[in-house]
């Protein structure tokens, strides 16, 4: 189950739809400094074996979002994203 939590705060027990955002328009939020948080959802194979990581981002793997969506802060545009 994937959450995005952007664009409002959900009320409780909702689920919102996640969004798709392209490369540029993820620059376009960096450039402006919107807060952003990052999640990497890879397994831990998967990110162990990989010499690309987003500094700073949280690694929570996707099968585990919902056990932590209520640690996610609300303040930002939350970025999920795997290999």
Known sequence: ?????????????DLIEPKRITIAQLKKKIDTNE???????RNPHDWGASDIKIPGARRIHYSELE???DELPRDRTIITYCT
């Open 67 to 69: 056990q932590h969506v």
């Open 35 to 41: 807060l952003i948080l990052f999640i990497d959802t």
């Open 1 to 13: 189950m994937v959450f995005s939590l952007a664009g409002g705060k959900p009320e409780e027990g």
